[in-house]
T-cell receptor, first 115, second 113 residues
Framework: DTEVTQTPKHLVMGMTNKKSLKCEQH?????MYWYKQKAKKPPELMFV???????INESVPSRFSPECPNSSLLNLHLHALQPEDSALYLC??????????????FGSGTRLTVV | EDQVTQSPEALRLQEGESSSLNCSYT??????LFWYRQDPGKGPEFLFT???AGEEKEKERLKATLTKKESFLHITAPKPEDSATYLC??????????????FGKGTKLSVKP
C-alpha cells in the first residue's frame, strides 16, 4: 500500500458547523502533515506530526485542531470556519529515514467549501 | 529566509517541442530538492528527489538536474498528457528531524496536440 487516503473528497459546511477531515496511511511513515492549498497557489504547511506528537504548528487559527490518534491516522477537526478557509486540504506523510529518498507522499486532498 | 522561485509561471508547448522548467532556491541546509506534478483538484504526485549538485534523475520524458543554486526539469518530446502544474520544493533544516517542504509557485505546462 503506497497511498495516502483522505476522506471526504468534498465537504461543504456552514460557519457554525463542526466537521472533521481524515487521513490514513499504511506505509509505516512516522511523520504526517497537513497542508492548505488555495487556488493557483502552492501548498502551505499547517501542522507536522512526528511519531504521533505535534512538532510544528505554523500559527494556524484555533478553529483548526489537528489530532494524531495513532501512527496511521491523522485528523483535522474544523469548527467555526470562515469563507476564506475554503481551500484544498492536503495530507502528506514521510518516512523518517526513507524520506530522504522518496520525498513526501500526498493524498488527493479534501476540497472544503465554507458557506 | 528560505525561498523557491519557479519560472516561467506558464508554458505552452506543441506536442514534441522540448523545453525546460527552472527552479532557483535559497535555503539554509538543503536536505533535498523535490519535483512534483499536480493535476487540477488533485494532490501533488512525487516525481524526483535530488540532493547533490551534479545529480540527475530521469523518468520517461522527464529529466531533473541540480546545481548549487537551481534545478531544471527538462521535458523531451512532451505529449498532451504531460499537461499539469509542476511544483518544485526544497526541504530545509526547519522543523527538526522531519524538516519542512517549501514550495515554489509552480509552472503550469500546457501541451497542445
Amino acid at each position: 500500500d503506497t497511498e495516502v487516503t483522505q476522506t471526504p473528497k468534498h465537504l461543504v459546511m456552514g460557519m457554525t458547523n463542526k466537521k472533521s477531515l481524515k487521513c490514513e496511511q499504511h506505509m509505516g511513515h512516522r511523520a504526517m502533515y497537513w497542508y492548505k492549498q488555495k487556488a493557483k497557489k502552492p501548498p502551505e504547511l499547517m501542522f507536522v506530526y512526528s511519531y504521533e506528537k505535534l512538532s510544528i504548528n505554523e500559527s494556524v487559527p484555533s478553529r483548526f485542531s489537528p489530532e494524531c490518534p495513532n501512527s496511521s491516522l491523522l485528523n483535522l477537526h474544523l469548527h467555526a470556519l470562515q469563507p476564506e478557509d475554503s481551500a484544498l486540504y492536503l495530507c502528506a506523510s514521510s518516512h523518517p529515514l526513507r524520506g530522504r529518498a522518496y520525498g513526501y507522499t500526498f493524498g488527493s486532498g479534501t476540497r472544503l467549501t465554507v458557506v | 529566509e528560505d525561498q523557491v522561485t519557479q519560472s516561467p509561471e506558464a508554458l505552452r508547448l506543441q506536442e514534441g517541442e522540448s523545453s525546460s522548467l527552472n527552479c532557483s532556491y535559497t535555503v539554509s541546509g538543503l536536505r533535498g530538492l523535490f519535483w512534483y506534478r499536480q493535476d487540477p483538484g488533485k494532490g501533488p504526485e512525487f516525481l524526483f528527489t535530488l540532493y547533490s549538485a551534479g545529480e540527475e534523475k530521469e523518468k520517461e520524458r522527464l529529466k531533473a538536474t541540480l546545481t548549487k543554486k537551481e534545478s531544471f526539469l527538462h521535458i523531451t518530446a512532451p505529449k498532451p498528457e504531460d499537461s499539469a502544474t509542476y511544483l518544485c520544493a526544497v526541504r530545509s533544516n526547519y522543523g527538526g528531524s522531519q524538516g519542512n517542504l517549501i514550495f515554489g509557485k509552480g509552472t503550469k505546462l500546457s501541451v497542445k496536440p
